[in-house]
């Protein structure tokens, strides 16, 4: 037994030397701090191994060792009791759980609906729903209505409140990844804990918990591959494929998720640059090899992830539903009591005498349309209009929205036996259904769009300005469909044959003579989404009779029911175009929308409920004196960093290797993720709310606890002053603490309040709480 013990000791001993050896060359990317940490790790994982070897000849038995990490299980509790507290009330609709609710509604009905992000924290919340009997049939009417008996509202709002008491000990196991100290680790749980932003949102049917969570536990799993990636163990690439899974599910629960997985991979890259590609030790082989497989495993997991979601997403949702007709005409009929009435029944091949509803393809869903009214004279910026009879782009089914094919040389409308299909590159006109006047366009500046051409219906007023009525088909995707014209499936663009241009759809809205309906030009510009149209409705003429005609049309069939087969890729692929393209259009003022330049300082808050028998609210708001604590750390930060450079650069080296190494490797993970979780949020073009900070603020309030560590670092040596330095953090931290308790009145919404109280509360004339009895 003896000689076992010397065994284990001296092959301690070798392993430490070896493990030390390699250390020395490393590059100066990680702390000595944590190398030692990784030492002592490696001596109890020794020292375990001998015991179990030693005991496995006394005793043949085996022992497992398992920690428990104390501190982290009172921190995930004491989030559990915030987050869950009375976490059914109130039993009311509040803010984004409109909408949200309604996607959860739709899940269990398998309906199909539209959302610009991505679709994994619905999902999650809906398995939530799924497990507790929820049968989707409440209707989620407006804020503030109360739910039914039988929604199971904490089983709804279960998964937001547990993400959101899995971030603080997440957050504490992040710090000490990065080499803090764990009071610095503590610290920066306990800020985030008792901030009342994030409490707020915990506790509803929100995404950015979720959000949170997989970001930051996926930069926790990236910053622990780093580490193990140091000494070569095994376990690295468990690491690194549970880092890109995370921080991809982030990304699948809203598109600012994009932004952590941005910063997790260019972390990896940024030390395969550093640390990898200068060992000599590894060949270049080796080297190209690591390189691919590398870049292999973070896009191929990242990509095979992001598809799944969707593959899920669209393999529930069979069914038609109140979004559908953002989607193509396609896409429409694809789902069941979609289009489907209309395309079961309707001709597939557009003939001469085809009646037709022509549908703009992509972005706004809106239907080519003319009615009887004519272009003005004159616009207000005195050019001169056609005159003409007005065709615009209009969003609603309607029966001026039928269009009849027909061959220039034709004088019947009625279609032959046997039938004349229309094919690519034929010349037609297009007939309007109602009027009877064929579509056409003249070198006439549109209204809207003055370097483009008006279009219109052709009306001869025997003036010196003939028809111009003839269009080109030109089948975008004719390979398909054998160069046919087909209803539904076909793309198909209008070339006007005197100009050579395009009939597009342009986005501008016509005023009031144009009843706001959008507007239709011709652009010289060919080939562009917005010139792109399919035929939905469709039908053939059997009476040549105008006014039967007429009856005809008016009592078709406008409203969708079987359905056709698109493949997984082409929904996937129009459905992205959609997200990415579509929420452009819905920019619009919310009262209590804000810039980003008023969120590091809680210009306004956001009004997420009140009740209405008294003044108890929800309100979004942060915990201000945190807030502007954080603004004041990045702020010394930056100075500090600024400062130790400059002196650096004259040969001054102010504090020592292993604190300089942590204190950029600081900057590099939070400094850099609180700016690139922030700074894009100036260019949105769209309404942005107090709720899109949270992100960057996560990053904030961990900044704030390294700085407050590294402060402590530059005192340690000077008594006084460190316990001044005491004083002053544990004040600091008690105003944090009764900040949360006074304002978590807003953060619940339980306990009644008078206007008296709402007014105490009012710290800034900005924050607008609402006070609707005295």
Sequence with gaps: MDNIGRECKSKIRKKDVELLSKLQNFNDFSCNKSEKKVINSKNVLYEADCQIKYDSKEQQTLLINIKIDIVSIILFLLAVITRFYKLGEPRNI???ELHYGKYISLYMRRTFFFDSHPPFGKQLIATAAYLANFDGKFKFDRIGSEYSSNVPIFALRLIPALCGSLIIPVIY???????CQQWT????????????????????????????????FGLYCTIKYLNLQMYGASSQWIWLILALISLTLSLCIKYSGWFSWILGVSLIWVDYWKRIIPNRNISNKNLILKTIFQF?????VSIILYLSVFYIHLSILKKAGPHDSVMTSAFQASLEGGLASITKGQPLQVVHGSQITLRHTHGRTCWLHSHPHVYPLRYPDKRGSSHQQQVTCYTFKDVNNWWIVKRPYKDTLVVGDPIDVIKHGDIIQLVHGITS???????????????????SCYIDYNVSMPAQ??????????EETDNAWHSIQSLIRFIHVNSSQALKFSGRQLPDWGFHQHEVVTDKVIQQEDTTWNVEEHRYTKSEDEKERERDMVSAEMIPIVATSLSFWQKFYELQYKMFFNHQENVQNHMYSSEPLEWPLIGRGIAYWVSSEHNAQIYLLGNIILWYSGVIAIIIYICLIVFYLIRRRRQYYDIDSNTWCHFTKIGHVLLLGYFLHYLPYFFVDRTLFLHHYLQALIFKCLLTAAVIEHVHTLLKRHYIFKIAYYA???????AIVWVFRKFSVISYGII??????????RWKNSWDFIIHKQ
């Design 469 to 478: 009525n003839l269009w080109k088909v030109d089948i975008i995707n004719k």
């Design 173 to 179: 196991h992040f710090m000490l990844e990065l080499s």
């Design 94 to 96: 509040v803010f984004d």
């Design 185 to 216: 680790a503590i610290l920066a749980a306990l800020l985030v804990l008792c901030d009342n932003a994030f409490l707020t949102q915990s506790r509803f049917i929100l995404m950015e918990p979720m959000l949170i969570l997989f970001g930051l």
């Design 296 to 300: 292999s495993i973070i896009h191929f």
């Design 752 to 761: 009644p309040l008078s206007a008296v109280d709402v007014i105490k509360l």
């Design 728 to 734: 002053i953090i544990c004040l600091w931290i008690l």
């Design 437 to 455: 006047r064929a579509l056409n366009t003249h070198d006439v500046a549109a209204p809207m769009s003055p370097h483009n051409q008006e279009v």
